[in-house]
Structures are given as C-alpha cells and as structure tokens.
C-alpha cells in the first residue's frame, strides 16, 4: 500500500480538519488510491456494466471527478471550463438538481470517452483541485474543505462500489477472471459463537459533529433501548451452510413474504457467486474460483436471508441503534481495503468481547432506513446525497473488506434495498433479552 | 345499520371477552355485515378482480370463511368435512404452513363457485361454528374464543378491503357506475391547521393486552421521543391542490428517489380516481363521479404523495409512537363505515385539540413496519398473519371510512407498500420542534 | 338445434343472397344461436377475461351487436340512437377509424353493463335491425345486404370465440366446470395414414366471388403448384403422443427456433388443457376433465407443435394453395358446431380418399396470412376487417368443431399467431414428391 | 481497399470453385477484411453489446473463427487443440447441436478474453486452416472445400453485422463518435420514380447451382406471377419525409396492427437514428451526426414502415420472387462495403431501366421467409443455419452498403424479423398492374 495508503489520523477540530496541508494530502492519497485500485484491470474491464445496479469502472473514475467539477470548482471559479461539455450530462449520477442525468441502465454503452481519455479528465480535474488548494484563502478553505472532505468521502464510496462491480462481472464471465492472485489465508476453526449483553437505557445515538460525518447521521439524538444481547463474531460460512442443510432456502415459515417471493423469483439456493460442484461448494472471488472457507464470515446475502439466518437461529439482526451502542469505543481496526485481501477473513482473534465490528463485511440490521429525528440534509444539489433514499432501504453498519479505513466511523450509516447482494454484506445476531 | 351493526362494548376482561354470548352476537353481527355490504352489488360485481393487489368481493365471502374452517372447526372436531374439498385451495390467501394457495393474481378467473354458492358455503360454515358456540365447553371457548376473534377481525379487515376493492374495480368502468347512491355532506371550509405539542419522554407503546389485539401490537415496551408537533386535523383536497398547483408532481427536489421513480413511471399528477375535465377535478368515489369537494381530508395517495406534500409543507410525517401517544385517551370516534358514507367528510367539528384521528382516512406515517423489541409471533399458521410482513412496507394510523368501529385500537397497525393508493390514505403532518 | 340451426343453402345470385326473406331468417337464426350457445352459463361465466387473447363471454355478444350498429344502422339512419352513448367505447375491437376503442387486455373488468343489460342491448339491435329489414327498400337492400351478411358472419366467427374463450376460462379453474355434460362418443382405433396424391399445375386460388366472402379471399388468381401429397387424415392423438414419447418437446433439432424458445419459456410438454395424471394424459374438454382419447384428431396445439410434428413425421404442413386445391369440390359436411360435440371426434369414415377436411380442427397451413395479388380492402373502417392482420400470422383451414356449417368455405381463410393454443387447431400433413 | 479486396470471380465448375488456390486466397482475403475494419475502433469499441440483437464486436471476430473450428478443423483432424477448452461454448452463437451455448444477451459481459487474446485466437485458426489447406488431399478439398466456403460467407455475413452493430452501439453514445471521417458525397436531385414492367408467367425461382449457396436457395422451383411492376429506384430520404409530413406516423389506417402497436409502444416517429434538431432532420452516420441528405435512399426502417410507406404511396412492397425476376440478368454492381461508403448513396446513374437493385439498402419484400418445396437443410448442425429461423421473419434482397460484393447473389435471401430497424434497409415498391 505505502505511498497512497491514507493515514487515519482524527485532527483535534474542523480548522485542523480543513487545513490545507490536510486537505492536499488526503486528497492526492484518496485520488491515487483510485489509480492503484485499477491496475491489475484490462481496459476491456472498465467498459462492462454487468447490471443497472453497477457501474462500469470508467463511470466511477469519471463520475468522482465530475463531482468536484459540479460542486467545488464550477462554484469557486466564474468561468470554470470542463474538459468536455457533455461529460457533465454523462457523469452524472443522479443528481436531478444538476440537471437531467444520463440514463443509469446504460452506462455501459459508452465505449467513449476511452479509458485513456478517462484518465486525461482525472488528472485534468486533479490539477484544477490541487490549483485551487494551493491557492485558496482561509476563508475559501473554510467554506470549500468540507466539500473536498465530501468530495474524498465520495470517492472512498465509490472505490468500493469499483470492487464489488468489477466482482459482480468477473463473476458473470464462465472465465473466472482474477482481479489479483492474493494467498489463502490461514484458516483456522472459529470457536461458538457468545453472547455480549447490554443494559437498557436511553443511548445518545448519532453523531457529535467532531469529525467529517454525512448529513444522515445527524442530528445526535436520544433513544431508549431495552436490554439487548449481540453475537460476539460474525456468522460464518460453517454456520450458513448448516443453515442450508437443513432446508433453510425451502422452508417458508422462515422468511419474511418479500424474501420467500425473492427466493422463488430468482431461484436462491445458496449466496451470491456460490456454485455447487460435485457436491462442494465453490464461490467466485476476486482471486477466481475457490473452494468455500467454512471459517470466514459468510457474505453476499441479502437482508432476506440474514433475517431468515436469524430466525432460524431463534434470533435476530441487531438495529442500528443496538449496533452503535455496541461499537462504543472500539477502534477502528478491521480487514479494511487497505489490507488488500479483498475478501473477509477468518476470524483470528480469540479474546472475549465483540469481534469483527469493523472490516471484513457490513452488518445487515434490522432498521428501515430513516431521517433522525430533527434530520436536516444539505443544502442545494448535495441535499440529494443521502435524503432521498430514506425509503424501503436497511441500513448496515461497520464497513467491509472493500471500505477504506478511513472512511467508516461507529455512527456511519450504509444502506442497501434487502435484496442486493452484491456488497460484502454479512450477519451479525442480536436477541432481546 | 340497525340489527347488524357492532356494538362498541369494550368486555371488562378476557373472560367476558370471551363468553358464549358475547362470540355468538359478535360472530353474528360481523358475518350479516358482510352480507350487508353486498346488497347493492350485482352478481356480475362480485367476480371481477381488478388488479393484482385487490380480490373478487366472492372471493372475500368465502376466504373469510375458510379461515374459520382452517383455524378452528379443522381443529376442533375430528373429521370436519369442508361443503367441498377444493375450496381449502382455491379460498387460502397466503398461510403457505396450512398448503399451497392458488395464485393469487388468479383468483378473478374463477368464475366457479358462483355468489349463490360462495353464500351457501358462508351458510353451512355459520351453522357449524353457531354449533360450536353452543355447544363447547368453557374451556374449549377459552381455548378457541381467541381464535374465533381473530376470524371476527379478520373478517372486519376484509370487509375494509371488500369497499376499496370493488371501489378500484368500479372505477375501472368508464360507466363509472355507483355503489350507493348518497347525498352529499354539508361542506363549509375549514379553519386553518394548527399544531398540538406533545414533551419529549420515555412512553409506553404497544398494548397492555387487556382487550383483543394482533400479536404486531406487542410487547408493550418504552420509546424515547424527542418532544414533537402533530397538526390538529387532516389535510384537506384543497391543501393537497395548492401543492399541485405549485408543481408539486414535477419538482424532484419534493420526493423520495423511489417516489420520483414511481410518479415518473405510472405518469401520476393526482390523487388515485382523480380526472380533471375542462379545468375542474372529478373524482371517482363510490357514488360515483363528483366534484372535488375541496374541504374533505385528501385520499387515496401513497406513502410517496403523503411525504412528498409534507417536505413541501415544511413538515414531516408523524412517527407511529408519536401518533399513539398523541391518541392518548381521544375516544374512538370518527367516521367509520357504520355511518355508511363510504368516503371521508369535511371536518365538522371546531373545538381545539386533535380532530379526526380516527375514521375517515388512515393515516400515513413515517415508520417502517417492524416487529416491536421481543416480538413474537402467534404460532403455527396464524404466526404468518403479521410477522412475515414486516419488510418494506409502512405503518398507518387511526382508520378509515371503510373501517368498522369494533374493530380500530389506539394500537391498531395497519400498514401497506409506500406505493399503495387503493385504500382510504391521507395525510396527518408532524415536526420536531 | 331445430329452430335456430342455419340451414347451409346456397342461393343461385346476390339477388338471392340479399333478399329481404333470406336476410331476415339469417339474421334471425344467427342471433338466436347465440342465445342458445350461452344458455348453460351461469351469470357469472359471462363477465371474465382469462387472458389477454380472450374476451368475456358478454363482451363477445354485445360486439356484435355494436357491429350492427356501427356499419349498419348509424348509416342508414340519420339520427340512429344507440342504448348507450359509451357502448360504442366500450363494444369497440379495434376497429381505429370508428374512434379509440377500449383497451383490449380491460375487457374482463366491466361487470357493467351486466348481463341482462347486455341481452336488452342485443334485443334493442334486432328490433332495430328486423325494424329496418322489413321496411327497406330494394335499393337498400341491395347496399346493406353485404353489410348486413357481414355482420352475420362476424357473429358466427364471434360464436367460435365464445366457445374457445369460455372453454379457457373454465381450464382455468381447479374445479374443472363443465360447459355441457356431453356423452362420450364411439372412439374405435384409426386405420393408419394414406397419402394422396395431386398434380403439378397452375391452379385458379381464391373465390370466385358468386358467394359471401370475405375480401381477404379476393382476387381470384393463379399460382403454380409442384406435384404435392396430403395426408388423407387429421394426426390423432396417438400418434401425437407418440412424438411426444420420442422426446418430442426435449429435441431441439426438430423445431423452429421461435417455436423452442417457446416451449422452453413456457415450459410446454404437451398440447394445451393436457396434464399428466399418474402416468395417464388427461384432458380439460367442455364435459370436464376426461382421459385423452387416442382417437381423435389432436387440437389445441400451436403452428411450432403443428410444424414440429410434421418434420418428426418426415412431412411437412401443406401451403394454403394445397388445401384449396384439394379440397376442390369436397362437401362442406363435417363436425361443426352445429353437432353439438364442441370437440374434436374420431374418425368414422373408413372409405378412401381425403377425410376430416372440414369440421373438427382447423388445419394449420405453413402459409404466412398475405395479401393475394391485387388485393384490395374494403373501403373505411371494414376495411380494417382483415388486410392490417396480414403480418406474422399463419393461416388456417377447413373449419372445426365450434364454427358455423354455413360459415365455412373452401377459400376461407382463418389466421392465428403460431404460438395459439387455444383455439381448436390440428394437424394435417404434406409433402413434396 | 487494395490488397484485401475479395474479387468478384466466377469459377467455371465446382472443380475450380473449391480449388486449393481460390480456397486460400479467399480465406486470406475475407479474414483479413475482418481485420481492416476494426482498425478504427478502439480497444473499448469491441466489447460492448448495446442490445439483445447485436454482438461485441470482438464476440464477432472470435464466433466466426469458432465456426471453422467447430465444423472443420474438429471433423479434419482427430484430436484438434482448441486455443482455448471454454471458447467453444462463449463463442457458439445458436448451434443447439454442437452444445448449449452462452445466452445471448450476456455476450456483452464478457471483458474476457480481451481483443488482444481475441486476435490470437484468430491467428491460431488462421494457421491452423491455412495448414489444412496446403497439406489437404484432393479429396479432403472436394469434401471440406464447401464447409470453408461456407465459413468464408459466413464470415462475411458477420462483417455486414460488425458494421450495424459498432453503428447501433456509437449512435447511443451522446458523443456521437465517428467510425470514420468519411466526405460527403455529390448529391443532386434524383429523377421522378418510374416503374418497370414484367409480364405474367411462371419463372424459375432459386438457385440453380453453379456457385456458392445456402440451402435455403433450393431447390430451384418455378412459381406462376401475375403481371407487376417495380419501381426504377429507392424510395428516398425526401419521399419518406413526405410521407412523414403527411402524418404518415400518426394514421393508423396506413399501418399493419403490429406495425401500429410498434410504432406507438416506441413512439417512432422517424427512421432508426434521426433526431430533430431546430425542426432540421438529422441522422448519425459512421461518420458522425449529419443533416438528412434528401437523395439518399431511406434506411434504417422496419418492414412495418417500409410497408406503411408503400400503402401511402398506392403501391405495395415486392414479393421477393418479383425481385428475382426482375433482377434476371443484371450485374452485381452497387455500393459494397468495398466501396468504403458504409452508407447510401445518392442515385447517380441517370439511365432508364431498374436501377439500386443491388447494394445501398436491403429491399424489404412482402414475403415471408420459407422453405422453398421440396427444401432440405444441410446435415448436422449446419442445418441449423437457416431452416430454423422460418418463421415469422421477412426476406430482404440485393445486399447493402455493408455488404460485400463477393457475398451477394440473385437468390440470395436474407431475413429479419418486421420490426429490425438497425440493418442498412430501404424500400422499393411494387404494383400488380
């Protein structure tokens, strides 16, 4: 990793925060960390969109820089001029308040720009941003750091998003393309699973604001909890399988009607990218076909299946709330991206106490995804970042092997619609006492 | 009404709840309501099922009716002989743990068992369960009066979708035909909305269990609410029209990512049943096609439309808790379907305080159906009642026109997919203060 | 039959064929045997579309009186009222050049106008039609006639509709309802298939024009035929099964790419209305569910089966040319409607020669619908009666056992989209010497 | 075009055609025409698959060398090496016989194997055929000369696609990128259409043998026509725009009804590719968005329009033995892809006569693609390649602008379904007299 690894330091205050020697910095890390994601691809594989749901690879390296054109450098500079007019409209995401955005289901039908072209905007927008860094007032780097900062933490969003799309389409071609021949790990067997409990009480859930947050983790506000318990580790592949053996995709009582209608649609029997091979099971992972590791966490399920795994295991997910109570204090360390496995790990650690809050795989939970209450989003355009989606999505927690460790925090919100699977989405249990 | 109607006695206890008079009269005043309801229609009426999400009025008779078979006379007697044996089939909504049921998209092309016979088979399944009542033990009525009950609400619910369901299909005609033919109310404007404020505090929501109550209203458990402001009343058509005026179905920035998605595809610019001729809207309602009366709470939208309007009000959609708290003690008054207008009416009264919390229209709210913290469902079957619901659908309030009055509860969940409009829905706002 | 069979009589000219006398007693016996054909229909039966491609019985019979209407009695009377000003809307097919008629796949959601208003409109159309019959002039008479004797053919056509829609409609139901409980009939072994042989030629193709035709038999011309043979039989069941039993459905090698395509997304293993019961072929007839006959000329199946059939059996279907050159002067006897079978019979006729080529099952021809040389439409909106079909459809022979004896022709033309099942369509076979 | 131009030689006997020498030249040839035109694409160009219809380019490149692995190199040798194990399955397109292939609409997933492993696969046919046909025994050449000629057409066929496909791909790129940057051409009024007459009689129609053909050219058969005319020349860009003006889209009498439901569920309003500009038409070409050229002949229309079309004009659309009749004896000169053109040109030969009969656009006819009597596929899965498609699909003639010279022939009959509008096809009309 080295040079472009991006250091988790937490400056004391927002002036520390949006100095510019840190903004320049985080930013170069952030911008070539994207570069160095993408190395081991072919240029064929920044082309594809293998679903509506995913984005070509050149989308994403265009998009995030599109981004700080749209809401940095067209607002500091009068007559900022982009690379090409129309790569405002194709980069677009899904900002209406930008205007009309190009058709999400068919951004993979844009051979053009090239790879190389895309490459030519990066550095383009690079030098703009880094001009502006160099040159800008106090004044400006107070009102324009936190849309860097958001701008970085898009980014970090989207190199994510990068990973689990060029899987998804690996995972399509009957080639089993690696993305990176990386080593097995050790895997050892992982001991049952305990119980951590927690009292009742009124918990001061969101964030307090001294550090770069997201608009949908505010405001901090109260909310009273009964007494809860949460599974000191992760749910592995072990534990799923016995879960699939004993009928867990076929018996109905154990789903919820949506899942049981996903299940039947789509004909699920097992997670995403496994396939049964002679009576073993294999997944497809970023390292290509291997046989499945009963000791990592299992991951690429949906909300579905980690609630029908819950329920069948005489439990459930945790909520959000439960889930950041939980976290506390605990540091931010994890199988993150920066660790390169790009996959979960088996559980090495064999202390008591929560395991595997962090890394390896987002932890479904159980809460619909929602505004605080008192929950104000930005102003103009950005307000669309997060508001909008509050509606049929759940939210995860802890981040996973293809988060940025830089990027999660204990009161970071992630949310999917319970039927993706393509995340590295895993199980967490919790029970009411 | 007369003979049929409810009566609103709430039993001092579960052994008064579930006496052999009172589940003789309650049975027998629910079932001729049902019978009641259907006068008016015309035998080709009760065959036809309009869309996906809404069923044959015939079918209704009898699945009503087989959940007393499934549930209890399957139960209590040892060879009860169904009046056919494929009406266990055909007459099953969804309890995939009693068999599998015939799809239920299907369940208008099923012109056999005709009305005279779906009648006969509510006959023979009266007199068995008469026979039951009469005859059962004390303990078979503790063991069973339960159940009996949850057939009597069950059959309460299906009359609400009885009125909604053949409304939908009327509207479908382009003859427009009415239901019944009834006068209009008195309309005279009403007062400007004001705001009724509740404290922040830790509440008690859920049931306590000492009346009948589905397993969804429990635990009872504490919440913590932040302190917050509930209008007085509901809004009315007037109010829903300024913000069509204001172009509330063409400003993205007012909607849900979802909601826009869906008021896009299906090209929505009003309310469910609303047509504008020569520049005044009309609206279907089952009296047939009318004028908007402008002083009547606005129905027939989504979850979308409700929280689109409220973002351009400035405010926001009450949580569920937030609304059982503010229903308090209010006394279950309300235009319900025993005042036989079928559509809700311009609000009356003008003391201060909350008005129309309950009957007219259901009412929207921001939560995401959910299983309260220790949650359990019944067992068996009827554990498919609630539980398997609780995913991506919201939680509405209070009841409707079409609701009777036995049957809501200041705890009483109904909840419904945010795109639904064929119920009795409308819009009560909140803010966080 | 009695009163109401339509004798087959043809008169010597058009003079003949519109006489006053002659309308008035086609006029009269055609509408009739409507009201005979749904006398064994509960109220019910009439009201539902089971899919897209049918109508409900009750639409059917109100069409064709709206057909009445629309070409005969809005043109000769200046001020014609209608009963109904929406029944043109909703009575419409697709007729374009009358006005926007009423979605096709809605039609099964009317229950208004209910069946006894639809019988008070088919009455109101008869006095109306007798009222102008009888006081027509000769010179009306000869304008009208056609148009008159178009109406009565459309409603024959419509009488076979009723037939196959309400017979899909029943096939729907669990419960298997019979239309009639009709007795078996005399079901002895068939001798095995013979060819017969015609000779190469230029043969006159299309009608002559001294009958009622349609225009899409027009003009009469010349097409050159190399030497062919036809089956002197329709294939039966039998012999259907055994293509089946030879892995029929599973072998793509023997079908049309469109045709595989669709019987794998449909899953089809068998004709239509056929289920497997304990290792025996039942099927769904208008007398209920019965044992498959081996005997009777197989039906219910689509051109892919027809054609695939055929090329298992080292044939080919014949061209519609070939059906009309053999079947030459051949009488118009066979199993039509008139018999009251409304199924398909075995074959009875041990002599020589060509056998079932009228009644029974239409026989599928491998000729697309077209236009013959020099065609041209009826003029206005008859016009669009048969040339805007003529894309994509196949066309059809010889009659079967729900149409008219005296609606039936040599140069008749049926045409279906080669994946319809459901009307009675068969099989007979060709081949190039 | 130089070195790689196919020339246009007729062998004297099947001898000669399937001569060592002819057979490798050609081969030489047509392979290395593919290569010329993918030059101008970029590596990203040849990945994509914009619809179900059309192919990756590079999908395209490897499929055709798959063939002559598939039919010849495995039937030569014992034990042939494939490059790759898993190419024969993602390279078959519909073969059902030589193995389920990879679903069409996914060939655009594929990022592997990438062009450059592509074109060494193309490289390792290459050799590998070559080899076969310097070292084949005179016998194995009579034997296996057809199957690579068949290749070679093969082949071919799909450079006529490459060129459609990369068009229809760039032309839903809002860039517009230009394949080449080709000069427009002189364009100067073409004279009024006049027809050409041909008398009744019975021709011989197909193939007679001494060239290369399809099966489906035979068997040589004679078919009687009645007098008819053909249009001189194309219908043209100004003469559709006429048609356009008219209200040509929005008269449903002037259409087929699957025509009418096509062009209404797609809200056409013009051919493929136009666009309206400030009330101007304009057109993406291969070389960029362009104004309409009004002498061109109109292209990028389905059979619908050019059906429609011909209705307004009182005139008919040709059978496609009127075709081979009137092209008798004429020279295969036009505008090939040889000509570098990739587009219609504007008439230039201003001589009386049929002229545009070849190259430009494929002419639509009004006949059904089917089996000639007395039709036999190709043994094996080679007879896959034509006879399965029979149905439902309309015949084109003439070849187009992406055509080759050396590909097309008087009989030669290629076919699409009636809405196919991405092909380079037009109209010429036809009248019976």
């Known amino acids: 990793m080295d040079a472009t690894t991006v250091k988790k330091t937490t400056p004391n205050s927002a002036t520390d925060r949006y100095s510019r020697e840190r903004l320049i910095n985080r930013f170069k ?4 960390f994207s570069d160095q994601l993408t190395e081991p691809l072919e240029i064929e594989d920044f082309v594809v969109q293998a679903m509506e749901n995913t984005s070509p690879t050149k989308w994403h390296l265009a998009h995030v820089s599109w981004f700080y054109e749209t809401f940095l450098l067209d607002k500091v500079y009068d007559n900022y001029q982009s690379l090409h007019p129309q790569y405002a409209y194709i980069f677009n995401s899904y900002y209406l308040q930008t205007g009309e955005p190009h058709t999400r ?4 039908l844009l051979t053009r720009p090239t790879v190389r072209e895309v490459f030519e905007f990066r550095d383009y927008v690079n030098k703009e941003v880094f001009k502006f860094l160099e040159n800008a007032t106090e004044e400006q780097l107070r009102e324009y750091g936190p849309v860097i900062e958001i701008g970085n933490n898009h980014e970090q969003q989207h190199q994510e998003l990068m990973i689990t799309d060029f899987k998804y ?3 399509q071609n009957p080639l089993c393309p690696a993305y990176k021949d990386l080593k097995l790990p050790d895997s050892k067997d992982v001991p049952p699973l305990n119980w951590v409990a927690f009292d009742e009480g009124i918990y001061q859930i969101g964030n307090k604001g001294d550090e770069f947050t997201y608009d949908n983790e505010h405001p901090r506000h109260r909310e009273f909890l009964e007494a809860f318990e949460l599974s000191d580790r992760l749910i592995t592949n072990r534990e799923f399988m016995e879960f699939m053996e004993d009928g867990g995709y076929e018996r109905s009582e154990l789903w919820l009607d949506d899942g049981w209608a996903t299940v039947n649609e789509n004909e699920w029997d097992s997670p995403l990218y496994w396939t049964n091979k002679e009576g073993q099971w294999h997944y497809y992972t970023l390292s290509g076909l291997r046989e499945v590791d009963p000791n990592e966490p299992v991951t690429h399920i949906s909300y579905y299946e980690a609630d029908a795994y819950a329920r069948w295991a005489d439990a459930r997910l945790a909520t959000e709330a439960e889930w950041e109570v939980a976290a506390a204090d605990l540091p931010y360390k994890g199988n993150f991206v920066e660790e390169g496995h790009y996959h979960p790990r088996p559980l090495q ?6 395991k595997q809050m962090y890394g390896d795989v987002w932890e479904w939970t159980k809460s619909a995804y929602d505004a605080y209450p008192g929950y104000e989003p930005l102003p103009g355009a950005l307000g669309e970042y997060n508001g909008k989606f509050m509606c049929s999505q759940y ?4 981040g996973s092997c293809a988060t940025s460790e830089t990027h999660i ?8 619609y319970p039927d993706a699977r393509w995340q590295f989405n895993g199980i967490r249990l919790a029970r009411t006492v």
């Open 29 to 32: 890390a952030i911008r070539d």
């Open 105 to 108: 289901s068919k951004r993979g």
């Open 169 to 171: 389409m690996f995972a």
């Open 349 to 354: 650690d064999r202390s008591s106490g929560l």
């Open 395 to 398: 939210v995860l927690r802890g």
């Open 409 to 416: 925090r204990k009161t970071y919100r992630n949310f999917f």
